[in-house]
């Protein structure tokens, strides 16, 4: 059984410019949910896709969008980098309809925004 | 809205010691509450998951416990190690809502 992974490690980008950040889930779960932290911050939720549709989304400009695929994997996109935007972005997949309903993170993307 | 607030943000104990972290929050309307575990530029591990029927779990050294009438959880952790240094995160969820909702966290330091 594979975790989940995310790609890149690592990015800087530029004030403006468009990142897409990818999330592969774990073997077996069909929900996938996008949070960013801050630096000294817990993590905020962004959005969540379940079954390739958004499933909920948190207090995040529509600059923030995200896709799901077939697979479960998926994508995070954010249109016209803020400083703001810098922040460790993680993803959790987990399993609809389980009880205990846990999340399972994958290491993060830190983007850094100049 | 649904705040969690974990106190101290910090906390530096010599190894061997039995410690307790905190977790309060304002909406008794839980579904779940987990604790994590996150070192320096990592994701996020879980440690302990608590159901809203349940008042404790346990793993090895660690134990969580919840109480919804008061708006609490601990995470006690016995005979600390070096090891056990790493931020340490509470999270909620509520019925309904796909979201987890994060504390800040404690940042835990074991010196040995």
């Known amino acids: 059984e594979t975790g989940v992974t995310q790609s890149p490690t690592h990015l800087i980008k530029t004030r403006g410019q468009q990142v897409t950040l990818r999330c592969s889930s774990q073997s077996g779960h069909n929900t996938v949910s996008w949070y960013q932290q801050a630096l000294g911050q817990g993590p905020q939720f962004i959005f969540q896709?379940?079954?390739?549709?958004?499933?909920g989304r948190g207090n995040f400009p529509p600059r923030f969008s995200g896709l799901q695929f077939p697979n479960y994997s998926s994508e995070l996109n954010v249109n016209a980098l803020e400083l703001d935007d810098s922040a460790l972005y993680l993803c959790?997949?987990?399993?609809?309809?389980?009880?205990?309903?846990?999340?399972?993170f994958g290491p993060g993307t830190r983007l850094t925004v100049l | 809205k649904q705040e969690v607030t974990q106190i101290p943000a910090a906390l530096s104990v010599p190894e061997g010691e039995n410690l307790v972290l905190n977790c309060s929050f304002t909406d008794s309307a839980i579904y779940n509450l987990q604790w994590f575990r996150q070192d320096p530029g990592k994701g996020l591990t879980s440690l302990l998951l608590?159901?809203?029927?349940?008042r404790e779990q346990t793993s090895g050294r660690l134990n969580a416990s919840l109480d919804k009438s008061s708006g609490r959880s601990t995470l006690y952790i016995a005979a600390s190690q070096p090891g056990d240094s790493a931020t340490y995160l509470c999270?909620?969820?509520?019925?309904?809502?796909?979201?987890?909702?994060f504390g800040q966290g404690t940042r835990l330091t074991i010196n040995p």
């Open positions: 896709y379940y079954r390739e549709e958004e499933n």
């Open positions: 608590i159901q809203s029927s349940q």
């Open positions: 999270a909620l969820s509520f019925q309904g809502a796909q979201k987890l909702v």
């Open positions: 959790a997949s987990s399993f609809q309809g389980r009880r205990t309903d846990t999340q399972y």
